[in-house]
């Protein structure tokens, strides 16, 4: 069976959730979901991400959907755990969708494309 990512948008509530092969990296797969978002959030301005989406992708968001990406970088002197602003809202938001049986567990046998 193919290895499948989800990529998510959260805030308070789910933006947006997008299913999409493994092998696509990161900055590629926020491309297409911020690309699905865009025009259905007038009032968002501001987008945190962590390092894994810093690059073209910041100069991407701007110029193509009109918002500020915001990478969210942990501190290299700290060893210990750290709560980064509001990266506790994207884990909240998967823990949840990880407690219903039906998303816990991949149960189809195979992907239609």
């Not at 994207?90 to 992907?111: N, P």
Request: glycine fraction near 10%; proline fraction near 3%.
């Amino acid at each position: 069976m193919p290895a499948r990512k989800s990529r998510g948008v959260s805030g308070l509530l789910c933006l947006m959730v997008l299913v999409h092969a493994a092998d696509i990296q990161d900055r590629d797969g926020a491309k297409l979901v911020l690309a699905k978002m865009r025009g259905r959030f007038p009032r968002l301005r501001l987008i945190g991400a962590d390092g894994g989406y810093a690059g073209k992708l910041v100069e991407w968001v701007k110029s193509a959907c009109t918002w500020v990406l915001e990478i969210v970088r942990r501190c290299d002197d700290v060893h210990s755990f750290q709560v980064f602003p509001h990266r506790w809202i994207v884990e909240r938001t998967f823990g949840w969708l990880g407690r219903y049986r039906r998303l816990s567990k991949d149960y189809e046998g195979l992907l239609r494309k």
